[in-house]
């Protein structure tokens, strides 16, 4: 962790991503029983985004410049918070073929994809011992989630597998991608835009297929409303403002540790409050996710901020909302 952050802030910030993002899949399903999906994700995104902005306005915190006298590009935060919503619209979908415990399972691969993107992208360092032992772990555990019968119990729907992964990788790349710009000197400010063009884009995108058609408000039930208001102010509002601050004051690596933490709370809450099934495999399947994220996190090195970030992530929602 960065010294020069406020430990007390950036513990709350790792508390919220852990358990409010764990208890999120769990929500996402509720949400989505009556809700159209993709638009759950754009209206919710887009939805914060406009709470964040309303609250970054109204802190009036003045933006200073950059030494090249341009302020910062609204362009690069708004293809992050495209794909990040991407990748949380991707898990809504797939929450309606698989359970939402196993889909937090699969998301927890992230990190796995974050490590190479950091290698091979921004030339970062040479994964060690630990990290590729780690990937290899995660892989494993990945085959035996959505393998074949053979291996016991009954596998994960494949496409709905797919569907997680393929979030997945967009929120990597759009978490690798966000360190590489300078920042607003808001946190507020910056999570706004992204969470701004994000819903806008997967709204576009929902209009398109014709999700609002399919939105019919007499059919929405009271848990799907309410898992929906839970998902924008608490899923979007404080856990996403946490994992962007802690992206601009930690390596991406540790700060993508929620991955494992975040399947646990999911499994569990599923388990109890949706009648998810808890078979053998997926027990399996996800202890051996769970030690190959912790490996990737304890061996992965703490990574160093670009020389353009300028006072990355100063400030945190939960603190500064009125």
């Known amino acids: ?11 709350l910030a790792f508390v919220s991503i852990y358990l409010i993002w764990g208890s999120t899949y769990l929500f996402m399903r509720f949400a989505v029983e009556t809700l159209p999906a993709v638009a759950v994700a754009g209206v919710r995104y887009f ?52 359970p939402s415990g196993v889909a937090a399972l699969l998301v927890a691969f992230t990190p796995c994809m974050m490590v190479l993107l ?29 393998g074949p019968r053979a291996l016991g119990g009954e596998p994960i729907e494949p496409l709905g597998a797919g569907i997680v992964l393929f979030g997945s990788a967009a929120w990597a790349v759009g978490s690798v991608y966000s360190r590489t710009l300078p920042r607003y000197e ?7 835009v992204q969470m701004l063009a994000g819903g806008l884009v997967v709204s576009l995108i929902a209009l398109m297929v014709g999700d609002f058609g399919r939105f019919d408000p007499s059919a929405a039930s009271f848990r799907s409303v309410f898992a929906f208001a839970y998902l924008i102010l608490v899923g979007s509002l404080i856990g996403y403002s946490s994992y962007m601050y802690l992206l601009g004051v930690t390596s991406a690596a540790r700060a993508s540790t929620y991955a494992f933490v975040n399947p646990v709370v999911a499994v569990i809450l ?28 304890l061996y992965g090195g703490e990574g ?15 603190h500064e909302a009125p």
């Open 270 to 297: 599923g388990s109890v409050f949706a009648n998810e099934p808890l078979s053998p495999r997926i027990v399996v399947a996800g202890a051996i996710i769970v030690a190959a994220v912790a490996l990737i996190t």
């Open 1 to 11: 962790m960065s010294t020069s952050q406020p430990r007390g802030k950036m513990i």
């Open 47 to 98: 939805t914060a985004g406009v709470i964040m902005m309303a609250i970054a306005l109204w802190q009036g915190r003045k933006e200073p410049r950059l030494a090249e006298s341009r302020p910062v590009s609204w362009r690069g935060h708004a293809v992050v918070g495209t794909l990040l919503t991407i990748g949380n619209g991707s898990v809504a979908l797939a929450v309606q073929r698989i």
């Open 118 to 146: 950091e290698w091979w992208w921004r030339r970062g360092s040479r994964p060690s011992v630990g990290v590729v032992l780690g990937l290899v772990l995660g892989l494993a555990g990945m085959v035996v989630l959505v």
């Open 186 to 192: 808001s946190a507020v400010r910056t999570s706004a």
């Open 304 to 318: 160093t901020l670009p020389p353009k970030q300028h006072r990355a992530g100063e400030g945190l929602a939960v």
